[in-house]
């Protein structure tokens, strides 16, 4: 397993680069087909890590939706659905949010040192909750996770988590999910942020497949050489 997971990347955007619009109501920017396939990559996986902002804004359940594959994963002596964890740096996290009532599995909170005593009172018995550094510090997250059994992790954003990973050069591999329209508004979310990224001019990174999926393209990257052993 290593000192980390292998930590794989999921993610939908528009054409130029938004997750989302900056309306109330989500942006679908995958079809069904799309969809199952993000269904298989988490009944394949050890955890799934999104950040404190997605629990908030999205109130995602993340759990595996597939009948079948909930039952193959039972069979293999594993939980129906992957670990849950996100990292909050500020602690407003609520108790009713889906991520912690979705489900039977585990729910681990990774906090910033200051706020760490108030999100173990918030959340009572809701998570586990990690004290994570201050700022928090990805590779302490991932160290953690990989002593409790994780060995494969998949991070589903949202942008402010994967411009973290990506400039911290702890990510193998990158789903990359394209659809066919534009937001074309600087107020929504965008895939990454700024910042250094190991990537670039000289440093290109590796497209492993191109996969039309419906009416969406999948790019996928790898992005280290670990890059397809998990």
Known sequence: MGDRPYVLLSCAMSIDGYLDDATPERLLLSDDTDFDRVDALRAECDAILVGANTVRQDDPGLLVRSPTRRDTRIARGRPASPLKVTVTGRGDLEPTA????????????YCATPVTGKVRERLGGAATVVDAGQPVDLRLVLADLARRGVGRLLVEGGGTI?????????????????APLFVGDSRAPRFVGDGV????????????????TGDVVLLRYALSERFGAA
């Open 98 to 109: 889906r991520f912690f009532l979705a489900g039977d599995t585990e729910k681990i909170v």
């Open 162 to 178: 994967h411009t973290q990973f990506l400039t911290a050069g702890l990510a193998d591999e990158l789903h990359l999910v394209v």
């Open 197 to 212: 990224f190991p990537w670039s001019t000289g440093n290109r990174a590796t497209l492993a497949e191109v996969r039309r």
